[in-house]
């Protein structure tokens, strides 16, 4: 069932725009800063995806949405860099631009071991495309469309939508890049929803050079109703295992786990610690076990208003895991307002980033802001436990 499609490698130079490109101070004491915010023709950021480079640069990526907040808006997909831990920002980079009545969606970057920054993103949730940096988001490739990737489901799942991510994808320790995908699909053409959908991953095993489709890993006649946005983490044994959206009952998180990243995807099972709102979460490992020293740690974050009248997006929460992510026993809100989608990435020294949606606007206005956010184990343990390094 595995397709491969062929990428050809030209780079280019990323359009650099001076929109919101000012410099803007660090996030200290745990202080959330913006990176991206509304203003002038852009109504709202949303969707953020988060890495950090080999060389210690933070990118950050998000959804420039043009007079509206619609997810049918038009789009400039956009990075900014930090190469200082967040305290500055460098100018705003366009990486894809718009295309009228065409979304550019769901940038999905992996960061690769010998430095390379891959991303993955849509345009209109109907095409999929691939470019990459090799000097840490300075400059990328033209982007490729790998569509055809994907119309390998179509024989059995006949997609009229695709998203990857949102947020970062992973490298697994054998080298193979991995990325969640979710797809929907409509019985009234052309009308085009997310819902009915379903979860896949793609992957690479030639550092981008082609990609390949894996196995179903869940959808909604299954057992978990119209499974979304996924983000996936490396276990211990070298596993895979993927955090997934539910919108339907309960309202847990969904997880299945793989061997590989691509096949034999375990029934997937409802994590009672992670409420779901439901709205898509961020998942990253801070730390391994390895032979016999150091311990696992792995940390989420999404909005946790289990508790809060009509469970509004509100209350982002740290949770951390110490038992690759069976329960997630220890738990610090980061933000008690309204906040929404997140990722996450992890510095050199241990210190966790997270980039997310917030919005200060009245009812139901959705010009949100992105900010960055950092903290620590110490932090988020209340000093019970503190990463060694």
């Not at 420039?64 to 038009?74: H, K, P, V, Y």
């Not at 979710?182 to 085009?192: D, F, G, H, N, Q």
């Not at 979304?228 to 211990?236: D, K, P, R, T, Y």
């Not at 409420?275 to 391994?288: D, N």
Request: with cysteine.
């Amino acid at each position: 069932m595995l397709k491969k499609f062929v990428i050809p490698f030209l780079l280019i130079v990323v359009l650099a725009g001076c929109r919101h490109g000012s410099q803007i101070g660090a996030t200290e004491n745990n202080k959330p800063v913006p990176v991206f915010e509304p203003g002038g023709e852009y109504a709202s950021m949303r969707i953020p995806a988060l890495v950090m480079s080999k060389k210690g640069t933070l990118m950050a990526f998000t959804e420039a949405r043009i007079g509206t907040s619609s997810d049918w808006a038009d789009m400039d997909l956009l990075l900014r860099r930090s190469t200082d831990n967040g305290k500055t920002w460098q100018p705003i980079q366009v990486i894809a631009p718009r295309k009228k009545g065409q979304p550019t969606n769901n940038p999905t970057p992996i960061v690769g071991e010998d430095g390379t920054v891959h991303l993955l993103f849509a345009r209109d949730y109907a095409r999929a495309y691939y470019t990459r940096s090799t000097d840490d988001g300075l400059t990328w490739t033209e982007p490729t469309d790998i569509t055809e990737v994907f119309d390998g489901y179509k024989p059995s799942y006949n997609w009229n939508v695709v998203a990857p991510g949102p947020g970062h994808g992973i490298q697994l320790k054998n080298g193979r890049l991995l990325a969640p995908v979710w797809l929907a699909k409509s019985a009234t053409t052309p009308k085009r929803v997310h819902h009915p959908s379903a979860v896949v991953t793609v992957f690479s095993d030639d550092n981008g050079i082609t990609w390949q489709r894996g196995a179903m890993v869940a959808d909604s006649s299954g057992d978990v109703k119209n499974p979304n946005e996924s983000m996936a983490v490396q276990l211990n044994d070298g596993r895979v295992m993927l955090m997934m959206r539910n919108p339907g009952n309960p309202h847990r998180k969904s997880i299945s786990c793989s061997e590989d990243g691509s096949s034999n995807w375990s029934r997937p099972v409802y994590n009672q610690d992670l409420f779901e709102i439901p709205c898509m979460a961020s998942i990253v490992r801070v730390s391994e076990e390895k032979d016999g020293k150091g311990k696992n740690r792995i940390v989420f974050v999404n909005p946790d208003s289990e508790h809060i009248e009509k469970t509004p997006r509100r209350n982002l929460t740290a949770k951390l895991s110490y038992d690759e992510g069976k329960t997630f026993p220890v738990k610090r809100v980061l933000n008690p307002g309204a906040s929404g989608y997140s990722d996450l990435a992890v510095g050199a020294d241990g210190t966790i980033y997270c980039l997310y949606e917030t919005n200060n606007s009245p009812g139901k206005d959705f010009k949100y802001t992105l900010v960055l956010q950092s903290f620590n184990i110490d932090w988020l343990t209340n000093g019970k436990d503190r990463l060694k390094k």
